[in-house]
C-alpha cells in the first residue's frame, strides 16, 4: 500500500491564481482530513470529509474549497491565493473504530507572492 | 476551542536515557489520545494511541493516559540520536466529531 499520496510537492503561486491540491489514499478509509501547518502553530483543520459526497467545514475553512467524489480522491482546492496561504499542508485519512487514528501524506509546501 | 497544551522544549537528553514528554488537555469527555513523531520537513507519522486509563507499551514507547487529571504522556525508553524530532500529542475531543485537536509539540533532541 502506498497510504496517502499528495501532489505536488512543492509549488509557488503567484497572488490571486488558483490551484488544486492532490489527495489520494489506498487504505479504503471513509474518513479524510486537510490540515495547514504554520510553524510554531501547530496543525488547523481546514476540512474534513466522512464519506464519498459528505464535506465539512473545520477550524480554518476560509479561501478553501474541498469535494469527495469518490472514497480514494480528496482534493483541496485555493481560490484567489493569498500570502496568509502560504503554509505546508497535509492529507491524512482515517479508519473509524477502535480511535479513529489518522495517517498522514508527505504534504505539500506552498508560497504565495 | 478545546485545549491541547505541549511545553515546546528543546528537551535534551543524552542517548540511552528516558525521555519524557507530556500532554495536558482542556476537555474532559475526550476519547482517544494519539502521539506522533514529526521529523523536520516531513508529515507526523503516528508512533501510537490509547484511549483506556494506565499504561500501553510498544517497543521503547509506553504512553501513559490519566484522564483525572487529563494529561496523557510519551515514554522513550533507550532514547537514540534518530529519536530527536518533534512529539506531536492529539486529542480526539468529546465534541469534535472525527477531528483530532493537535498541540503545538514538543521538540527533543537526544544527545550522542
Known amino acids: 500500500n502506498a497510504g496517502v499520496t499528495q501532489t505536488p510537492k512543492f509549488r509557488i503561486l503567484k497572488i490571486g491564481q488558483s490551484m488544486t491540491l492532490q489527495c489520494t489514499q489506498d487504505m479504503n478509509h471513509n474518513y479524510m482530513y486537510w490540515y495547514r501547518q504554520d510553524p510554531g502553530m501547530g496543525l488547523k483543520l481546514i476540512y474534513y470529509?466522512?464519506?464519498?459526497?459528505?464535506?465539512d467545514k473545520g477550524e480554518v475553512p476560509n479561501g478553501y474549497n474541498v469535494s469527495r467524489s469518490t472514497t480514494e480522491d480528496f482534493p483541496l482546492r485555493l481560490e484567489l491565493a493569498a500570502p496568509s496561504q502560504t503554509s505546508v499542508y497535509f492529507c491524512?485519512?482515517?479508519?473509524?473504530?477502535?480511535?479513529?487514528?489518522?495517517?498522514f501524506g508527505p504534504g505539500t509546501r506552498l508560497t504565495v507572492t | 476551542q478545546k485545549e491541547v497544551e505541549q511545553n515546546s522544549g528543546p528537551l535534551s537528553v543524552p542517548e540511552g536515557a528516558i525521555a519524557s514528554l507530556n500532554c495536558t488537555y482542556s476537555d474532559r469527555g475526550s476519547q482517544s489520545f494519539f502521539w506522533y513523531r514529526q521529523y523536520s520537513g516531513k508529515s507526523p507519522e503516528l508512533i501510537m494511541f490509547?484511549?483506556?486509563?494506565g499504561d500501553k507499551e510498544d517497543g521503547r514507547f509506553t504512553a501513559q493516559l490519566n484522564k483525572a487529571s487529563q494529561y496523557v504522556s510519551l515514554l522513550i525508553r533507550d532514547s537514540q540520536p534518530s529519536d530527536s524530532a518533534t512529539y506531536l500529542c492529539?486529542?480526539?475531543?468529546?465534541?469534535?466529531?472525527?477531528?483530532?485537536?493537535f498541540g503545538k509539540g514538543t521538540s527533543l533532541l537526544v544527545t550522542p
Open positions: 490509547i484511549y483506556s486509563n
Open positions: 470529509s466522512v464519506g464519498a459526497g459528505i464535506t
Open positions: 491524512a485519512s482515517s479508519r473509524d473504530l477502535p480511535a479513529y487514528e489518522q495517517y
Open positions: 492529539a486529542v480526539k475531543g468529546s465534541n469534535s466529531g472525527y477531528a483530532l485537536n
